[in-house]
């Protein structure tokens, strides 16, 4: 069983940056899509974004410009650098890997921005 590790979050000022880490107990590499997902209070999970074993990126709208995904195979780690961050950004995020069949999630990290 695959397990994956969120750490990074915490509470933020608006504007402020933060980095989630993602470290996986196996190599990254196996996986064809990497990525964060976050649920707001009351709201549903939503995709952040993704990153391919071959790198392509893909983002949600809401934080194209202010966030980069990147990936590092020789640790086992999948990195969000989150900045400008907005109130808006308050969630739980969660790390995502995926090989169809196989879809593994993490228990997430908590990100707070306070306005």
């Known amino acids: 069983q695959v397990q994956l590790v969120e750490s990074g979050g915490g509470l933020v000022q608006a504007g402020g940056s933060l980095r989630l880490s993602c470290a996986a107990s196996q190599s990254i590499f196996s996986f064809n899509i990497m990525g964060w997902y976050r649920q707001a209070p009351g709201k549903q999970r939503e995709l952040v974004a993704t990153i391919t074993r071959g790198g392509s990126t893909n983002y949600a709208d809401s934080v194209k410009g202010r966030i980069i995904i990147s990936r590092d195979n020789a640790k086992n780690t999948v990195y969000l650098q989150m900045s400008s961050l907005k109130p808006e950004d308050t969630a739980v995020y969660y790390c995502?890997?995926?090989?169809?069949?196989?879809?593994?999630w993490g228990k997430g990290t908590l990100v707070t921005v306070s306005s």
């Open positions: 995502n890997a995926n090989t169809w069949p196989m879809d593994y």
